[in-house]
T-cell receptor, first 114, second 112 residues
Framework: ETGVTQSPTHLIKTRGQQVTLRCSSQ?????VSWYQQALGQGPQFIFQ???????GRGNFPPRFSGLQFPNYSSELNVNALELDDSALYLC?????????????FGPGTRLTVL | SQQGEEDPQALSIQEGENATMNCSYK?????LQWYRQNSGRGLVHLIL?????REKHSGRLRVTLDTSKKSSSLLITASRAADTASYFC????????????FGQGTELSVKP
């Protein structure tokens, strides 16, 4: 158990809808990173938030956006859902921009877009 | 884009045998990490090795890093059925906002 929690566990949406995924970081961690993992692939970095500011972004379109709150929890928002957005979404928390590099992952949210 | 290439993509062994997985990467790194994932669930951090380290041990795990060849290996000794999972290497370049770049993973099956 890493102490990182995500909600919901599973979600089904239809194409064109919007979705919000939530992540609570491990106690004491001020950095949250989000990853998308398609079936049979390794996770791909979406973005990272450090002290409520976006701190780095992967190759994802602007319809993927995020927030980090003062308690360091975070949201991932995806607008105008596409079928290819179906994936496991993982958040990971770390201390000080992953000072030692270690990121602690939550159990993920499985998103299905129909 | 995936930085790491893992080899083999799938590995099936008997309980008690050793399992070796390899990872190659393309760019300079600050550290390399290995993670385990059970059946599409969250990733569990196994071990981190820094670019100035060559070998690291943790319990039944042994990781090596060869920065000249841009490769790493993960050895699991005396494997158990509970080790059945997917294993991923991930690299941290240290200058990309905490971005970890994952390989596609090795699916390990340990038969009792």
């Amino acid at each position: 158990e890493t102490g990182v929690t995500q909600s919901p566990t599973h979600l089904i949406k239809t194409r064109g809808q919007q979705v919000t995924l939530r992540c609570s970081s491990q106690s004491g961690h001020n950095t949250v990173s989000w990853y998308q993992q398609a079936l049979g692939q390794g996770p791909q970095f979406i973005f990272q938030y450090y002290r409520e500011e976006e701190n780095g972004r992967g190759n994802f379109p602007p319809r993927f956006s995020g927030l980090q709150f003062p308690n360091y929890s975070s949201e991932l928002n995806v607008n105008a859902l596409e079928l290819d957005d179906s994936a496991l979404y993982l958040c990971a928390s770390s201390l000080g921009q992953g000072r030692d590099g270690t990121q602690y992952f939550g159990p993920g949210t499985r998103l299905t877009v129909l | 884009s995936q930085q790491g290439e893992e080899d083999p993509q799938a590995l099936s062994i008997q309980e008690g045998e050793n399992a070796t997985m390899n990872c190659s990467y393309k760019t300079s790194i600050n550290n390399l990490q290995w993670y385990r994932q059970n059946s599409g669930r969250g990733l569990v951090h196994l071990i981190l090795i820094r670019s100035n380290e060559r070998e690291k041990h943790s319990g039944r795990l042994r990781v090596t890093l060869d920065t000249s060849k841009k490769s790493s290996s993960l050895l699991i000794t005396a494997s158990r059925a509970a080790d059945t999972a997917s294993y991923f290497c991930a690299t941290d370049a240290g200058n990309q906002g905490g971005k970890l770049i994952f390989g596609q993973g090795t699916e390990l099956s340990v038969k009792p």
